[in-house]
């Protein structure tokens, strides 16, 4: 089992919608969870971190976090075409300070 | 206020040559790790470095090798190129590489093996 799985997509949504992309982690004493966003060719971007339980807003970005079902998830609101990008969920065990595990990202695209 | 920055962007090299790639971090940032992200893949990560001393490494062979200096800035070497060792080269740098802080990335040097 991978420490960190996502739906590889490709996930296609109409601008306006929203687009929710789903991260599960095999490590249950994980402790930090961010969510990054590349664009083809470029390094990734952090968008959101999340440490506790709940969910978390910045602007139009939710992530929300469940322990318990070692899940983690991000929403976007009213997708623009711009968020059309690969997005990536990242997990800190709890054993390994400070090492980011990668799951293989999840492809986005938004049409007008 | 700089971001993470690396050099060079691009790099050509062939089998068995060697390579080093560099990073400077974020002002005030004292801890860099180093990433490889092959197409269609998530970054793997290679190793973290905090004040000068290595703190964590990830499962590449010994040819991959890292140092950080006092300046905080930090090397990445790989010997003996390969084939498969094509791919994006990421740094990045959070304060002192705590669980809680989030890592910011430079735009990375995009190695080709010929």
């Not at chain 2, 197409?39 to 890292?66: C, H, M, T, V, W």
């Not at chain 2, 950080?68 to 498969?84: D, I, K």
Request: hydrophobic share 30%; proline share 5%; net charge positive.
């Amino acid at each position: 089992q991978k420490e960190v799985e996502q739906n590889s997509g490709p996930l296609s949504v109409p601008e306006g919608a929203i687009a929710s992309l789903n991260c599960t982690y095999s490590d249950r004493v994980s402790q930090s969870f961010f969510w990054y966003r590349q664009y083809s060719g470029k390094s990734p971007e952090l968008i959101m971190s999340i440490y506790s339980n709940g969910d978390k807003e910045d602007g139009r970005f939710t992530a929300q976090l469940n322990k318990a079902s070692q899940y983690v998830s991000l929403l976007i609101r009213d997708s623009q075409p711009s968020d059309s990008a690969t997005y990536l969920c990242a997990v800190i065990r709890g054993s390994t300070l400070g090492r980011l595990y990668f799951g293989r990202g999840t492809q986005l695209t938004v049409w007008p | 206020d700089a971001g993470v920055t690396q050099s060079p962007t691009h790099l050509i090299k062939t089998r068995g040559q060697q390579v080093t790639l560099r990073c400077s971090p974020i002002s005030g940032h004292k801890s860099v790790s180093w990433y490889q992200q092959v197409l269609g893949q998530g970054p793997q990560f290679i190793f973290q470095y905090y004040e000068k001393e290595e703190r964590g490494r990830g499962n590449f062979p010994d040819r991959f090798s890292a140092r950080q200096f006092p300046n905080y800035s930090s090397e990445l070497n790989v010997n003996a190129l390969l084939l498969g060792d094509s791919a994006l080269y990421l740094c990045a740098s959070s304060p002192d590489g705590q669980r809680n802080q989030p890592q910011h990335f430079g735009d990375g040097t995009r190695l080709s093996i010929l």
